[in-house]
């Protein structure tokens, strides 16, 4: 089984909510997402490339704003920042991939970094991080984590922003402005990518 599938099975068995199993769902669908930007060429790579860009930005600024202040409670000071270290790095990497040609080799070799950049920060999420979570919230706790991580994901930026990118403080000021100004770019079929 896959880690897609062995976080999709592993999300199923949690309370709807449950921010870990919001995660698990979101960290699934990420690498489904790296695998079907390699597989795509042409316009539909372009598109696949986008949805990651926006599904990842999304999912690390919620997760920097909602879960990485308890876990840095849960888990201690120095792993909330070595996963806050790991985005940044992300995102300095996805920066790099937004200037490429999608079609070149070298976007390729770029995307196969990022893709074990992005999955080994999951696994250190899933390993590290979410366990100490579980232990130190309760069920209704971590299921209020989750109500308001899919409510910080609608007013999260659709694009990583490098300025706030591993920093919960500048998530919540950059976030929002940020938010509506790639809305407003995507609604007009401006964005990047």
Avoid at 29 to 46: N, P, S, Y
């Amino acid at each position: 089984m896959s880690n897609a599938a062995l976080e999709r099975a592993e999300a199923a068995k949690l309370p709807q909510d449950d921010i870990i199993g919001i995660l698990l769902t979101q960290h699934a669908r990420i690498r489904e997402l790296f695998a079907e930007v390699h597989m795509a060429r042409g316009d539909e790579k372009k598109a696949k490339f986008s949805e990651l860009r926006a599904q990842l930005a999304v999912h690390e600024a919620a997760e920097e704003m909602i879960l990485r202040p308890v876990a840095k409670k849960q888990a201690g000071e120095s792993e909330a920042m070595n996963r806050n270290e790991e985005e940044a790095e992300a995102g300095r990497i996805l920066a790099e991939l937004e200037r490429m040609d999608l079609a070149g080799s070298q976007f390729e070799a770029k995307l196969t970094e990022f893709e074990k950049a992005v999955g080994d920060h999951a696994d250190h999420e899933e390993q590290e991080e979410f366990p100490a979570v579980r232990a130190g919230c309760s069920q209704e706790q971590r299921q209020k984590m989750g109500r308001r991580l899919r409510k910080a994901e609608r007013a999260a930026p659709t694009r990583p922003h490098p300025a706030a990118a591993g920093s919960p403080a500048a998530q919540w000021t950059v976030g929002p402005f940020a938010s509506l100004v790639d809305r407003a770019r995507d609604a007009m079929g401006g964005g990047r990518g």
